[in-house]
């Protein structure tokens, strides 16, 4: 690894030399002095875009009177002269073009100071891990982990099905109800990523409890251009890497299209002092866009598939009741194996498929209509350690069709109102494969329709005061067929409330049709203040309704992928959510605060606790049960961002969450503890765009939580003794650094390359994560070099 850091740092020195002409930099803002990241500069054959503070740096340029272009979507274009004898500033406000922004000035009225955003340039930072590692780059989102590469994100302490992720306009559906169900997505098809937590999100649902992700693609311009990026990472830590490639064609003509594709390979994962063993990681990803847009209509076709072969922690499954306490009790490894690049049970096999259809019309007035139909295919196959003729059954295959249908509609009236309708409908059906897996379903077949309608108002009471607000009605039908074990069916005391649902039985089961029906009202208002130039002030009351999903309503059995046996519950009720929220936002040119405090109060919330242990004979498993709860959630999120010398800028975020069980005052299982961030970054554009940064995470000990601990009986010297499973108890706080730099150079004629070198958690830190729930078992990850190139092209 030496001689690869070496390697990198003789390029960089020996570039440096060979680029030592002029160097155009600047700024690119709108005319309110807001940066516009992404912004393309032109010079001769040399060209960046702006970061996400609008800066950029071109180097290289002779001395010559050159053409300067500077584009943005939706901006009137610069084409200027200038004369190159040394170094220059071009400093631009870009003049909004009208004509390009009818199709989308109604989104960004209504994303206004209610989103935060994650940017190209970050996300291409993380092209060879996934959305929820991106999305901790937003104050307030941290993340839920079955080991290193199952992550899901978590917002204001809410994750899973509360959290509706947008994959471009799709609302993502893959059985995303599991903690260990990462969403099925390539964070490389993204162009932009969206965290929404006011108004906006009942556009796509009115169960969004803890928020809305909104991925959005990249932008291809309206004109005769063709540009693309290849990415490549080799990292130590997995002993492998990936790589992902993106073709963008637009014409002047308004036809566009693109191609894109990932390969990650990646073997076993290491903590300090030993192999995390089956932890790797396959993936092999290709999405693809055909669009055309007009004068006043357009419409695009695209397709994504997302294939991934995912290990599951080895040590996580035991074979024995007394190693599984041995190893929840000692936290230590009872597994460990050389590296390998195999990927053996237990372990996970995802394929999603998304194909999309879209038309839009535009009428005058900026008013626009919309119609939409998505398509998705979900298979997941999860295979436990078996023996035999099972040895290569999977132990659960599911299958999932979703089809919807969307028409929106959007306008404005009287220059200072603006408002967007719209009606959905989709039909679900799962499909359970026992004949494949010879196991009884851990979720059974359904079919699912839903429907729903929304309307959402923006008005601006004057230049400081803008009102938004927001209602919706969704309706929701469940059938399922499923058999239940009768002994768990008295044991759930469904004997009397549920016999209607018996069609059935077959030996020791009863053959059951449980039919649900849901009608779900609600709704949000916000305002936006600016107090004055350097503050604004926004709010937001919301009323949100979230139904049980399949996976609390009918789990009865091993869910392999975590090794733990989970039982659903027929009575559970939908949960209402009241979330009360602010955000005062303080900015200069050199300084930037946002104080996010919120409250969120939930009714009938439904957690999943773990009870005891129960030995199958594939082996001992602990049991973890569905309950509902009434629930208050407080906290706040804080970000600071400050220029603080030349070329210098301090960067923090810090989350709280204090999460209550307010029906057996006790604290909620799985809040994020207490954590912040900071990072220190020194960059210099004259200097091929040298970035480096160091920063710090910590996150502290987590002393909230449900005392869930249990005893068992184990066999000692042939007497049966109580043993204590310390299940409950977090693991301690911990705090990590990390190093991370990158310079540019200009390689060919229209070509740029980018060189990047990344430490994670430079001190190899051993520490567990209390939301990761394989920290029973082992450390989390160890000591990781990575190298990034980028050839934007």
């Known amino acids: 690894m030496r001689y690869i850091i070496l390697f990198v740092f003789l390029i960089i020195g020996n570039q440096s030399l060979v680029y030592s002409q002029n160097t155009l930099s600047g700024k690119i803002t709108d005319e309110k002095n807001q940066p516009l990241a992404g912004s393309h500069i032109h010079v001769a054959a040399f060209f960046a875009n702006s970061d996400e503070s609008g800066n950029y740096a071109i180097t290289g340029i002779p001395n010559a009177r050159l053409q300067v272009f500077i584009e943005y979507l939706g901006y009137k274009t610069l084409d200027t002269i200038l004369d190159f004898q040394g170094n220059s500033t071009l400093n631009v406000p870009l003049k909004p073009d009208v004509s390009q922004l009818q199709e989308v000035v109604l989104k960004e009225t209504f994303v206004k100071n209610k989103a935060q955003e994650i940017k190209t340039a970050t996300i291409e930072k993380y092209s060879s891990e996934s959305l929820g590692d991106a999305l901790k780059e937003i104050s307030g989102v941290s993340s839920l982990k079955t080991g290193n590469t199952i992550v899901k994100p978590i ?7 509360r959290v509706l992720i947008i994959n471009n306009n799709v609302r993502l559906e893959d059985q995303q109800w599991g903690a260990e169900h990462a969403p099925n997505m390539d964070v490389n098809t993204a162009g932009k990523i969206s965290v929404i937590k006011g ?21 291809i311009p309206i004109k005769d251009t063709i540009f693309g990026k290849t990415i490549l990472n080799g990292q130590s830590n997995g002993r492998g890497g990936s790589i992902t490639s993106s073709l963008f064609k637009g014409y002047q003509s308004g036809w566009n299209w693109n191609l894109q594709g990932t390969f990650k390979y990646l073997g076993d994962f290491e903590a300090p002092g030993y192999v995390l063993s089956n932890t790797g990681n396959r993936e092999k990803n290709f999405s693809g866009r055909l669009g055309y847009k007009g004068e006043n209509q357009g419409f695009s076709f695209f397709y994504s598939y997302f294939n991934a072969d995912i290990g599951i922690l080895r040590a996580s499954h035991i074979s024995s009741t007394s190693d599984l306490i041995r190893a929840i009790n000692s936290g230590e490894p009872q597994y460990i194996s050389d590296f390998t690049h195999d990927i053996n049970a237990p372990k996970q096999q995802l394929q999603h498929h998304l194909g999309k259809i879209n038309y839009y019309k535009l009428f005058s007035n900026n008013r626009k209509l919309s119609l939409q139909y998505s398509f998705q295919f979900n298979n997941r196959l999860e295979f436990d350690l078996r023996r035999g003729d099972d040895k290569d059954r999977p132990s659960l295959d599911l299958d999932l069709k979703t089809h919807t249908l969307n028409a929106d509609f959007e306008g404005n009236h009287a220059d200072n109102f603006k408002y967007k309708v719209g ?11 026992t004949e494949n897996t010879n196991v009884r379903a851990l979720i059974p077949n359904y079919d699912k329709f839903d429907a729903g309608a929304y309307a959402i108002g923006n008005y601006t009471v004057n230049d400081r005061l803008s009102i938004e607000t927001g209602l919706r009605y ?9 058999y239940f074990l009768k002994s768990r069916w008295t044991e759930r005391g469904y004997d009397n409330e549920f016999s209607h649902f018996i069609i059935g039985e077959d030996g020791q089961q009863w053959y059951t049709n449980p039919v649900f029906s849901y009608h779900n009202f609600s709704g949000s208002a916000g305002s936006i203040y600016e107090i004055n130039e350097k503050l604004n002030l926004t709010s937001n009351v919301s009323v949100t309704s979230r139904n049980p999903n399949p996976s609390e309503l009918f789990s009865d059995g091993l869910h392999h992928s975590t090794g733990q046996i989970e039982l659903g519950d027929l009575r559970l009720k939908r949960e209402v959510s009241t979330k009360f929220s602010t955000a005062l936002n303080y900015s200069t040119s050199r300084f930037s605060l946002e104080i996010n405090p919120y409250a969120n109060f939930v009714n009938d919330f439904k957690v999943l606790i773990p009870m005891t242990i129960i030995l199958s004979n594939r082996g001992p498993f602990p049991v973890w049960e569905y309950r509902q709860v009434d629930a208050r959630l407080l906290g706040v999120d804080i970000t600071a961002d400050y220029d603080f010398a030349k070329n210098w800028n301090w960067h923090s975020t810090a989350a709280f969450v204090y999460g209550e069980d307010l029906t057996t005052n006790s604290a909620l299982i799985d809040m994020p503890p207490f954590n912040f961030n900071n990072t220190v970054r020194f960059k210099k554009a004259n200097w091929n765009n040298l970035v480096v940064s ?36 977090p693991p301690k706080g911990y705090s990590l650094l990390h190093f991370n730099s990158e310079m540019s150079f200009d390689v060919f004629e229209k070509s740029k390359m980018t060189i990047g070198f990344t ?3 430079i001190l190899n830190t051993n520490y567990r994560d209390y939301l990761n729930r394989t920290r029973y078992y082992s450390d989390d990850l160890g000591r990781n070099f990575r190298v990034q190139l980028k050839l934007n092209y």
Do not use: C, M, W
């Open 423 to 433: 009606i959905n409908g989709g039909f679900q059906n799962n499909f359970a494969d």
């Open 759 to 761: 430490i994670q958690n």
């Open 474 to 482: 969704d309706f929701s039908h469940i059938d399922a067929k499923k």
């Open 155 to 161: 917002i204001n302490g809410l994750h899973s099905s």
């Open 694 to 729: 160091l920063k710090n995470e910590t996150v502290l000990t987590q002393k909230r939580y449900p005392n869930n601990d249990f005893f068992v009986d184990l066999l000692d010297t042939g007497e049966p003794v109580s043993t204590l499973v310390a299940i409950s108890k």
């Open 199 to 219: 108004v906006n999100g009942l556009q796509f649902g009115g169960d969004a409890i803890g928020g809305t992700v909104v991925i959005d693609p990249p932008v």
